[in-house]
């Protein structure tokens, strides 16, 4: 039986609004499905959800977010098998390379579970201001936050750059892999089936050229990661998110989307990643009798 | 005090007039038992020690039993640790250390560590009922507060075993080796869990020695580690008499001594340390001052108390044991304070009504009684509500004492029970006085609604941990720890693990 893949917005799975689909093919050519192309309409929905959603995942306990983020990792491992096979064939990747990119998946989900209660004491500081005041400085979550994943690493690059700001506490819309689409719907299965409030997360698969800057431009949307932008929207898109003063997250520079190494962890995991989806509070109480 | 309070000693809550029982009258109802089913446990008849991942006997033979302090009874015979046994669970330490644990990545570390963080919280009420029935501790905080936090203990740790760079920025965080933990006997399995937690998040593999009357929560936690497969010789457990602990942190093979229990045996374990490399942490006694300024919010504050105190039975170290309650509140606090002690209710730690359980030991219960029968000897007054004791097992009831003066032994001597001392003062001054007035230094309460004013006392408070308008709160991200004679070094956050590592340059 045949799978049909589709949106995930607000915690359910829609088709488009507009009713178009686009072909998916495997690294090989062979069609493997017709994808979802979502719309103008179907990005704002998605913002609305994760504008709504956003608060009850922020005002969770650190550790409560960290919890529900490796049991992620958990059901993936469950799901393993299904998603070595569709990385397997949106990636052309041998059997072995596919497994090891799951592998590596998972762990990812756990490194960053694990900052979930830890970020704000790395970031975070109590600073010893010259006068009887008592100023410390704690990080908050942004809000909602546009990811556009990477093109070629279809789980494991949308992976690691979905975690960062969903252990902030922030709430995202993710614009899938345009040409590799699948284990990015599957990953939404799963955490529509963890502990993950729906409209945390929502996942947009389509034409990048067509949503990009529907995204850059939505008002609603605090901060962008560009990552998966292609070149040659980058520019505007960077541009439109000025307009709302949205926070740019981009690629170290140096590095271009085909060529990254997903696979090392060192490149890969990084709280830098979290603490561009952070805002910096800082307080000031007096000391006094 | 009402007369009727105290002649219904159960029932705190006032009836509306219109049930007929006169106005402001307590409610004449008593609680049904409520008994935790002890079901989830399954007793062995014998514990061994727990040595390089296997249950062994000890050697000789040697046991002790482990007793219910709330009925007496026997649960359990344990193997009693020699001497033997301790250099071989700290040679299997020191050769897990040096060819596994200590050569595993982090990220590998810290899936053991999830593991064993998951089957905590899977086992949690099975946990739960042991501990309360080897300590006496209720069963409501064996089950809501030692439990889930032994397993957030985990969790947090476990999640920075893979980030250790991040902790210490510039260094690199090597572990120290074997740790030698010895632990008491009032969280047996939540100081297990904050000792051993931080311990094996950075590499470090351990020797622990639980409290002598206290051993089966420790031997339980022996099997989760099997569970989790946890490599043999990361985690050993070798209960057994003080004397065993000494042994161990004396012990050349070790390279990190952790203890938490009285300020007199940390001097003892302190001074076996004296001229070696072995790092050392110590979280000893507690005589903390709670204080309480005039325009606190009283109930708010009375909640506190009672939580400051009576938690535990009050067998906590940093127990707000001294009450500094500003003299122009103090009649109304106290008629308050002494109002909700009628509704504590003591009794079965099994049953999930009880407030107060029972006292670990019988020792315990006798210093508790001589500590006691000196204050009313120096002239305190005591009060103690109404209420009946079961007829076995070692309890005590909620005790308060007034007109303290600062020299009586009841002020002064940590009594780790569910004991009140109140001592009153005039000016913010005079509270910073009373509340310093102790070699003890562990944690400090302050209540009012000023902040600048809470901020000011927190300056002035020779005290690692200050609750603020709240007591007794823990969490695994927080630091905790005392000043002077309440020892050194901080368990718990990301200074918990300055305890355990090495820091090298990069």
Known sequence: MRKTYKLYIGGEFPRSESGRSYVVSAADGTPLANAVRGSRK???????????????????????????????????????????????????????????????????????????????????????????????????????????????????????????????????????????????????????????????????????????????????????????????????????????????????????????????????????????????????????? | MSESAKLRPWSGDRAPADWGLGDGQAIPWEYAPAPESRDIVTLKSRYGLFIDGREVAAQGGAVFESVNPATEEVLAEVAKASPADVDKAIRAAGRAQKTRWGNLPGRERAKYLFRIARILQERAREFAVLESMDSGKPIKESRDVDVPLVAAHFWYYAGWADKLEYAFPGRVAKPLGVAAQVIPWNFPLLMLAWKIAPALAAGNTVVLKPASTTPLSALLFAEVCRQADLPPGVVNIVPGPAAIGMHLVSHPGVDKVAFTGSTEVGKLIHKATAGTDKAITLELGGKAANIVFEDAALDQAVEGIVNGIYFNQGEVCCAGSRLLVQESVQGPLIEKLKDRLSTIRVGDPLDKNTDVGAINSKAQLEKITELVASGVEEGAEIYQPACDLPDRGWFFRPTLFTNVAQSHRIAKEEIFGPVLSVLTFRTPDEAVEKANNTPYGLSAGIWTEKGSRILWMVRQMRAGVVWANTFNRFDPTSPFGGYKESGFGREGGMHGLHAYVRLERR
């Open chain 1, 42 to 289: 179907d990005l704002r929905d998605a913002v609305r959800a994760a504008r709504k959603a956003f608060p009850g995942w922020a005002g969770r306990t650190a550790m409560n977010r960290g919890q529900i983020l490796y049991r992620v990792a958990e059901l993936m491992e469950g799901r393993r098998d299904q998603f070595v096979a569709e990385v397997r064939q949106a990636e052309g990747l041998k059997p072995d390379a596919a497994a090891n990119v799951v592998a590596r998946a998972i762990d990812r989900w756990v490194w960053y579970a694990g900052w979930a209660d830890k970020i704000a004491q790395v970031l975070g500081s109590s600073n010893p201001v010259a006068a009887d005041y008592f100023n410390f400085t704690i990080p908050e979550p942004s809000g909602v936050v546009g990811v556009v994943a990477p093109e070629p690493s279809s789980l494991l690059g949308l992976v690691s750059r979905l975690a960062p700001p969903l252990v902030a506490g922030n709430a995202v819309v993710v614009l899938t892999s345009e040409s590799r689409p699948l284990p990015a719907i599957t990953l939404t299965e799963v955490l529509a089936t963890s502990d993950v409030p729906g409209g945390v997360v929502n996942a947009l698969t389509g034409r990048k050229k067509e949503l990009v800057p529907v995204l850059a431009n939505h008002a609603d949307v605090d901060a962008i990661d560009v990552w998966g932008v292609p070149d040659e929207l980058r520019r505007d898109a960077e541009l439109a998110a000025a307009e709302s003063v949205k926070r740019v997250a981009r690629r170290p520079s140096g590095t271009t989307d085909a060529r990254f190494d997903w696979l090392d962890d060192a490149a890969s995991e990084r709280p830098e990643w979290i603490a561009a989806y952070l805002e910096m509070k800082t307080v000031w109480h007096p000391i006094g009798v």
